[in-house]
């Protein structure tokens, strides 16, 4: 499963985009909130740093569709090719979905809480379905089996569509999509940190190093290998 960033904090984007796999970055207008400043000075910023070829998908604020139609094209205009523009999984949201795919343009069908939402997002030529996890299980309803249904649907559709899984809590959740069957997942800083550490992992190490040094003393293999070339 592909996993793309879901910040504008620059910091995170450039240490995550430069150590690690990430194909692209999310964003919203909360997310955007939470830096603040001139946004599209921020957005241009993100598209340097992860460059031209990886995804940004940049969220519509607009409410009415012939507004929606035209904020898209003016942030495609401006971020350039594999930007996406985000929009909402409403009535309105979908028509304007639907327009903007025939010309050519990548939705990402967002807010996405039911699977016959994201069958009607990939009808209407979406490029991508985000399906909500924690939003859906804080209301008790079962996010990650929307993916696997939404998975199940596409497959069995034949659909272009994919799935890029958004907002998470818990690591775990990241994990049960990827097993249902998600082509992607956006993922913030926090849950990235928690797939990547494991306290277990930390306490065998730090026992591999007590018995390398009780054995050999402080010389790491590195250094004995240089003594002896
Ligand atoms: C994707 O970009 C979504 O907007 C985002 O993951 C929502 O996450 P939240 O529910 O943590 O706000």
Same mark, same amino acid.
């Given at each position: ?11 995170? +984007? ?39 070829? @990886?995804?940004? $998908? ?11 139609? #035209? ?9 350039? /090719? ?11 949201? !979908?028509?304007?979905? /639907?327009?903007?795919?025939? @010309? ?16 009607? =997002?990939?009808?209407?030529? =979406? ?5 909500? +996890?924690? #939003?859906?299980?804080? !209301? ?10 939404? =998975?199940?649907?596409? %497959?069995?559709?034949?659909? @272009?569509?994919? +799935?890029?899984?958004?907002?998470? /809590?818990?690591? /775990? ?9 998600? $082509? =992607? ?5 926090? &849950? ?12 065998? &190490?730090?026992?591999?190093? #007590? ?8 010389? %790491?293999?590195?250094?004995? !290998?240089?003594? @002896?070339?």
């Amino acid at each position: 499963m592909r996993i793309l960033l879901d910040t504008a904090d620059l910091e995170k +984007i450039e240490y995550f985009n430069l150590h690690y796999p990430i194909e692209g970055v999310t964003t919203n207008p909360t997310i955007l909130a939470k830096e603040g400043g001139d946004v599209v000075e921020l957005l241009h910023k993100i598209r340097a740093i992860i460059g031209e070829d @990886k995804e940004l $998908h940049v969220q519509v604020t607009e409410k009415t569709f012939e507004r929606i139609v #035209r904020e898209a094209e003016a942030i495609v205009a401006a971020f350039g /090719k594999n930007t996406f523009v985000k929009i909402p999984a409403t009535d309105v949201g !979908l028509r304007a979905t /639907k327009y903007l795919s025939d @010309k050519g343009i990548g939705v990402t069908v967002t807010a996405v809480l039911t699977a016959a939402q994201g069958m009607l =997002a990939s009808n209407s030529g =979406a490029s991508y379905v985000a399906p909500y +996890i924690s #939003r859906s299980e804080n !209301l008790c309803a079962d996010g990650v089996g929307t993916v696997a249904d939404i =998975a199940e649907i596409f %497959s069995k559709s034949n659909a @272009k569509t994919q +799935i890029l899984a958004a907002s998470f /809590k818990t690591a /775990k959740e990241v994990l049960d999509v990827a097993v249902a069957g998600c $082509h =992607a997942a956006t993922i913030g800083s926090t &849950i990235m940190q928690m797939l990547i550490t494991h306290t277990t992992t930390d306490t065998s &190490i730090a026992g591999f190093d #007590r018995d390398w040094r009780e054995a050999f003393g402080e010389e %790491s293999l590195l250094e004995r !290998l240089e003594k @002896k070339a």
